[in-house]
């Protein structure tokens, strides 16, 4: 009777060690998962950044001293347009950021949990293909302000007299996974204040 009173024992306790070490390897496995997620996150964000900064710096620079066009195009807090020469070839292009709903098979209808973000470079030479370079944008604001660093509010988003007078940007953005959307896995925010040197 000892014999299987032991025996009884020791297979719940072995069961036990084994259910422990299964739900500790799922516990490992899940913080692995969330922090490869968070760190993709912000290298994305971090790539992201390096664009607008790289393309915002710029706005209404050209090589050509006879530039004398309007550095904006349009502008209001989910799209803008600007010209400037990027590629330093005496022609200021004109470049364009939008943010746009992804497409996702099975959510016709319904409002998608994040957006993209997309650069397009016209050059009348290509067929100025947008470009993604921001996925999983959950929150993305432009802000512009004036030379004394009042911000220009309530303007049509092609305005001459608003468009003429914007100094500075302010970009806020933030990004999440968008490998499981309803979930938040990994969350990086951005933000920046640009005053363009050529403006």
Do not use: C, H
């Not at 807090?77 to 200021?92: E, K, V, Y």
């Amino acid at each position: 009777m000892n014999v299987l009173l032991d025996i009884t024992v020791s297979t719940f306790v072995a069961g036990l060690i084994i259910l422990t070490i299964v739900g500790l390897n799922g516990v490992i496995s899940d913080a692995a998962f969330q922090t490869t997620t968070s760190v993709a996150v912000q290298q994305d964000i971090s790539d992201l950044a390096r664009i607008i900064e790289f393309d915002f710096y710029k706005i209404g620079y050209s090589a050509d001293p006879a530039f004398d066009d309007l550095a904006f195009l349009y502008a209001d807090s989910a799209r803008l347009g600007f010209r400037s020469d990027i590629d330093r070839d005496s022609t200021a292009e004109r470049i364009w950021y939008s943010l746009e709903d992804p497409e996702i098979e099975g959510l016709e209808g319904e409002a998608p949990p994040y957006k993209q973000l997309y650069r397009t470079v016209d050059d009348d030479e290509d067929d100025d293909i947008p470009e993604l370079i921001g996925t999983g944008i959950v929150e993305f604001n432009l802000q512009y302000f004036n030379g004394v660093g009042v911000q220009l509010t309530g303007f049509p988003p092609t305005d001459p007299g608003t468009l003429a007078s914007i100094r500075s940007i302010r970009i806020q953005v933030k990004l999440q996974s968008v490998i499981l959307p309803d979930t938040v896995l990994g969350a990086s925010y951005w933000e920046k204040y640009i005053s363009p040197k050529n403006l």
